[in-house]
Structure formats: structure tokens, C-alpha cells
């Protein structure tokens, strides 16, 4: 359970041997749950939106356009983080920015609402700026409330995701039907209402996160007093090992996400043309399935949070972590090549079940990966531009989703198992390059694990 404790700033040897976790916790995990139940609920239909006949309501866009603007929208949404982390260090701090985000954001998806065509281009526009401004500093925040070398820290990130992916999962069931199977613009406008919600209680809990802000602030006046600038790249030769660090696992990220996030666009295609609709003879729409990886992320957050404390000492390397999630989002992509092999030979909707197993496998790789990323580059990140680096670490996601885009534009026009096939090896060989480098990134992080 998350419940009070005392301000992190002690010794870590005291705050080590806590077992409950800093108040501050619930209110941005419940801050993240509507922030993701807007963007995931929006993002799960936004595909089949652009593409579905305009007789629907929809757009009536090819393929190959829907997942061009697909991949620069996501990309640009998460590439927008980096600005976030600037203008929060450096102008309005996590709090206010991530406060003006969570407005900006409510206003996209208000706008999307709309029918007019301006009116989609404008509403995916806020929410890209919105995003920018808050997804790196609410997580910076998540890092403020423990300190560096806390045995919660992991734990707390993982709690943290769960928040994520309960957000996640209520999205596309909530919105995703109201959009397919009412109005498209009815579901955009829930997700509105949904960013709003989360707004009320990030302003209600705001105390503990304004304690925590300043936490930051004094820690980034102390770094800064120490060094002859405070500011640029005046960093040690420890800070430059552990930014290189970063960098590494940056491009590892960049592949898996490149591989995960084809969950809303080649994969959401799939479950739209090839794939069964129903469930012990209850027809769902295709949206929902994207409510399956967020379930999953859900029950196995616990379990691998969990894991990582009882392991203690034993506890694999971040690196070695980044390795076994290219492997398992590799692996995911084998097991769609004789889907999409049966779905087009045969001309038939396959069971759900393949896309199940494909999701799992992906899941259990984000655990080993997404949770453990953001906890390690707030770890690594010189406490000065932390919230550069964390919009730095987004990028990832930004490349990711780009490459996810530009992948959905061969749906119409590859064979889906040579689509699916290039897509697995591209992971397993990136797997394979991650495992060789565990112990040279390891020497670059230093006493970080």
C-alpha cells in the first residue's frame, strides 16, 4: 500500500529500510491513470478513425497517409518532452508544468471533439504540446520523492506504472467503444474528461509534490555552487560515463519501442481485418485490444516489483533488464509471422488468442524495460538538467513510435509475414547486441545498477 512517510533528504541508510512508500506517490499515480486513460483512449481508435470509410464518420485516409500522420503525431509527442524538461528546469518547475500540461492536454482532446477536419489537426497539436510539458516531470517527480540509493526507488516506479496502465486500460474500453460504436467525436471527448479528472486530484494532493520540487531545486543549487558554471556542460568525468550510459540504452530503447508501439497502429490494423471479434460469442470492438497489454502490465507490475526487492543484491543489471526486453518483444513479433501467414493464405479472421500471446510476450519484456528506465536515468542524470534527460529518455519512445508508424505504412503493401518477420529480427539481433554490452555500459554507470 502506498501511505505517509517521512521527506526523502535523510540518511539513506534510514530511508533504505522503509517499506511503505512517500505520500506524494498516489496522487501522481492517479494524476498519470487519467493522463493515460486520455492519451491511450484517444490513441486506440485514432488509427481506425483515419482510415474507416467517411460514410462512418471517419476520415477514409489510405493506409500508408493514416499512419504517416500516425507516426509523426506519436513521435512528435513524445520528442515534445524534451522541451518540457527544459522549460520545467529552467522556467516553471515540475509542479506548474506538469499542472499547464494536464490544461493543454484536456483542450486537445475537446478540440478533437470537433468535426472539422482543422479541428483534428488542431486537437492532435495541444495534445503533442501538452504531453511535452507533462510526461517528463510528472516521472521526474516520481524520482524526487525517494533518494538516489533507496531500495524503494524501483518498487516506486513500478507502483507508479501500474497507475500508467490502469489509465491504459480504461481508456480504449471507455472511449474506444464510445468512439466505434457510438460517435468518433464522443470519444474524444471522454478522454477530455478523463485528463480533467486527473487535473482536480493532482491539485488537491499538490502539497507533497511542491515538497518535493523543492527538494530538487536545493539539490540543483547545492550541484550548481559546486562547479565553476552551474550551468552547461561542466560535467564531471563520472556525469559524461553515465550520460554515455544513457545514450546506450537510449538506442536499445529506441528499438524496443520501435517493435511495442506497432500495438497501436500495424497490430490495431491486424485486429481490425484479421482477427475475430468476440468472445464466447460477444462481439468487441477492434480498439479493445489495446486495453489487453495495459490489464497485463497491470497484474505483472505488482509481481515484478516484488521480484526486484527480493532479489536485493542479486538483482540484475539495468542493461542486462534492457537485453531480455528486446528479446521478449522479438519473440512477440515470431509469434504473429504464422498469424499473418494463416490470415492471408487463407483468407480467414484468426482467434484472438495469437494477438493475446503476442501482447504477453511484449509486456513481460516492457516490465524488464519500461519501469527500470525511467527509475535508472533519474538516477544517472546530473540533477541539474535532470529534466532535460528525462525528455531525452522520452525521445526513445519518440523515435519508437515513428519507426512504429513508418512500419504500419506496409500493412496494404508487404505480406504480413515478411512484415512481422523483419520486425522480429530487427529486435532479436538488437537483443543479442544488449546482452554483449552489459558489462561495458555497467562500467559507465558506475555505482548506479
Do not use: C
Not at 481508435?45 to 499512419?67: C, V
Amino acid at each position: 500500500m502506498i501511505r505517509p512517510n517521512t521527506p526523502v533528504g535523510g540518511s539513506t541508510a534510514g530511508v533504505s529500510r522503509q517499506t511503505s512508500h512517500p505520500r506524494g506517490l498516489s496522487t501522481l499515480f492517479f494524476t498519470e491513470m487519467w493522463e493515460r486513460f486520455s492519451y491511450y483512449g484517444m490513441r486506440a481508435f485514432l488509427i481506425l478513425y483515419m482510415t474507416r470509410p467517411e460514410s462512418t464518420g471517419a476520415l477514409g485516409m489510405s493506409d500508408a497517409d493514416a499512419a504517416s500522420i500516425y507516426g509523426t503525431y506519436t513521435g512528435s509527442v513524445w520528442t515534445a518532452t524534451i522541451f518540457g524538461g527544459i522549460i520545467a528546469d529552467r522556467l516553471l518547475g515540475q509542479y506548474r508544468s506538469v499542472l499547464l500540461g494536464g490544461i493543454i492536454i484536456a483542450l486537445g482532446h475537446f478540440t478533437l471533439a470537433f468535426k472539422a477536419l482543422s479541428a483534428f489537426y488542431a486537437g492532435l497539436a495541444l495534445i503533442v504540446i501538452g504531453t511535452g510539458l507533462l510526461k517528463p516531470n510528472v516521472s521526474t517527480l516520481v524520482g524526487s520523492l525517494y533518494d538516489k540509493n533507496d531500495d524503494r526507488r524501483d518498487a516506486g516506479f513500478s507502483i507508479f506504472y501500474m497507475g500508467i496502465n490502469l489509465g491504459a486500460f480504461l481508456g480504449p474500453l471507455i472511449a474506444g467503444y464510445l468512439a466505434e460504436k457510438v460517435d468518433w467525436h464522443i470519444g474524444f471527448a471522454a478522454a477530455g474528461i478523463g485528463m480533467t479528472l486527473g487535473l482536480l486530484q493532482y491539485i488537491i494532493g499538490r502539497r507533497p509534490l511542491k515538497e518535493a520540487e523543492s527538494r530538487i531545486k536545493a539539490v540543483k543549487a547545492d550541484t550548481s555552487g559546486q562547479s565553476s558554471s552551474g550551468t552547461g556542460l561542466n560535467f564531471s568525468s563520472a556525469e559524461w560515463r553515465r550520460i554515455a550510459a544513457i545514450v546506450v540504452l537510449f538506442a536499445a530503447a529506441s528499438v524496443f519501442w520501435g517493435a511495442y508501439e506497432q500495438g497501436g497502429s500495424t497490430l490495431t490494423l491486424f485486429a481490425d481485418r484479421f482477427t475475430q471479434l468476440s468472445v464466447f460469442g460477444m462481439a468487441f470492438p477492434a480498439s479493445w485490444f489495446q486495453s489487453l497489454p495495459a490489464i497485463l502490465v497491470f497484474i505483472l507490475a505488482p509481481i515484478f516489483a516484488w521480484l526486484w526487492l527480493r532479489l536485493g543484491p542479486r538483482n540484475p543489471s539495468s542493461p542486462a533488464k534492457f537485453a531480455f526486453g528486446l528479446l521478449f518483444v522479438g519473440l512477440a513479433f515470431v509469434v504473429m509471422v504464422p498469424a499473418g501467414t494463416i490470415a492471408q493464405t487463407q483468407g480467414i479472421r484468426v482467434t484472438a488468442l495469437w494477438l493475446a500471446t503476442s501482447y504477453f510476450l511484449q509486456v513481460v519484456g516492457e516490465m524488464f524495460l519500461s519501469p527500470v528506465g525511467l527509475s535508472v536515468v533519474t538516477k544517472l542524470s546530473p540533477l541539474r538538467i535532470v529534466g532535460l534527460m528525462m525528455g531525452v529518455w522520452f525521445l526513445a519512445t519518440a523515435v519508437g513510435n515513428k519507426l512504429a508508424g513508418f512500419a504500419a505504412g506496409f500493412f496494404s503493401s508487404m505480406p504480413l509475414p515478411t512484415l512481422f518477420g523483419w520486425v522480429a529480427v530487427i529486435a532479436l539481433v538488437a537483443a543479442v547486441l544488449m546482452f554483449l554490452l552489459v558489462k561495458p555500459v555497467r562500467k559507465l554507470m558506475g555505482d548506479v545498477n
